[in-house]
């Protein structure tokens, strides 16, 4: 039986993602997402790379939320 892993990241975006196809002409889209953990003179942040390939890095959903992202912050 096969597994899935599976993350939920909450943070802001970078930058405007980097959206390209490659030779074979599958979608990429590639981000950066800062998340913070800890909290008072302990909070820290870390930073993310996020890929997404074929459809969902295709999908109006994607880049609708990932605008949404950019122009809140």
């Known amino acids: ?3 899935v892993n599976k993350a939920i990241l909450v943070g802001h ?3 405007d993602p980097d ?3 490659t030779k074979a ?3 990429v889209a590639t981000f ?3 998340t913070n953990s800890g909290y008072g003179e302990k909070k820290t942040t870390d930073w ?9 890095a295709k999908a109006p959903s ?4 990932i605008n949404d ?5």
């Open 1 to 3: 039986m096969a597994s």
């Open 13 to 15: 975006v970078g930058k």
């Open 19 to 21: 959206i390209r196809e």
């Open 25 to 27: 002409g599958d979608t």
């Open 32 to 34: 950066s997402l800062a």
């Open 48 to 56: 993310h790379r996020v890929v997404f390939f074929g459809k969902t």
């Open 62 to 65: 994607f880049s609708h939320l």
């Open 69 to 73: 992202l950019i122009n809140d912050s």
